[in-house]
């Protein structure tokens, strides 16, 4: 069955875990135009899940147990392996787990299996985010190294950014704060981009980075602000 969202997208309603939820394709993402409390403690979560000691991912865990719908939690998690490693993808999965008594699913029902789709998907996943930079992007990756242009469209946008669940917007305010979290500024500076690709006002990027700013020292918050001005053509 199909339904229009409040922000106007048309999304998919289906039972998961027993509870009505709207399936909006990752890449069909609705605009975000005000950063909510819910999307605010979801990008905290990611931050933390991606640089945050063990004590800090099982108080940002409890606080999104109570605060953030549990199908968002589990994508955030599952996309750290991305831009944090397996340990920590991991780690939050099992406290998830503890901390919300919430039991794994037997089958991963949103999984993209098929290779075709997988690429096809992750093509198009990742030219919204690139936007006018993305034919430069696979020229770049490829010079890198074949293995690391396949690995990216197919594993990384493909098979986990593609993932119904949870919308673009959201993934890529939550790449933001993994790759501020993280240090990693050349990659900050692209998803930067891609949250406004994605739907993502400038208003809420600002406000995201806000949300991970106590987490980060002075320095790299203003080298953040620099670079989001940068961004911005400020």
Same mark, same amino acid.
């Given at each position: ?6 922000? /106007? ?20 993402? &609705? ?21 945050? #000691? ?60 098929? &290779? ?6 992750? %093509? ?21 190294? &074949? ?53 993502? #006002? ?10 991970? #700013? ?10 953040? %602000? ?5 961004? %911005? /053509?400020?």
């Amino acid at each position: 069955m199909s339904m229009r969202r409040e922000d /106007g997208h048309v999304g998919e309603m289906v039972q998961h875990n027993g509870r009505d939820t709207t399936i909006v394709p990752s890449h069909e993402g &609705p605009s975000l135009l005000v950063l909510d409390a819910e999307t605010a403690d979801l990008v905290r979560l990611a931050a933390v899940l991606a640089g945050g #000691s063990e004590a800090d991912i099982r108080a940002a865990l409890t606080v999104a147990a109570q605060s953030v719908r549990p199908e968002w939690v589990e994508e955030a998690i599952l996309q750290t392996y991305l831009f944090a490693g397996f340990p920590r993808a991991l780690n939050g999965a099992r406290e998830w787990r503890r901390i919300s008594g919430r039991t794994a699913p037997t089958m991963d029902e949103y999984a993209i299996d098929d &290779p075709a789709e997988r690429a096809a998907r992750g %093509q198009e996943t990742c030219a919204t985010v690139y936007g006018r930079f993305y034919e430069r992007l696979r020229v770049n990756i490829a010079e890198l190294h &074949p293995a690391l242009d396949l690995w990216m469209i197919e594993e990384g946008y493909g098979k986990v950014l593609s993932r119904a669940l949870l919308d673009l917007a959201r993934r890529e305010l939550c790449i933001v704060a993994a790759c501020a979290m993280a240090r990693q500024d050349r990659q900050l500076h692209s998803h930067l981009h891609g949250a406004l690709h994605a739907g993502a #006002s400038p208003e809420v990027v600002t406000a995201a980075l806000d949300v991970v #700013s106590p987490l980060l020292g002075d320095d790299d918050v203003r080298r953040y %602000q620099g670079l989001w001005a940068r961004v %911005q /053509g400020k």
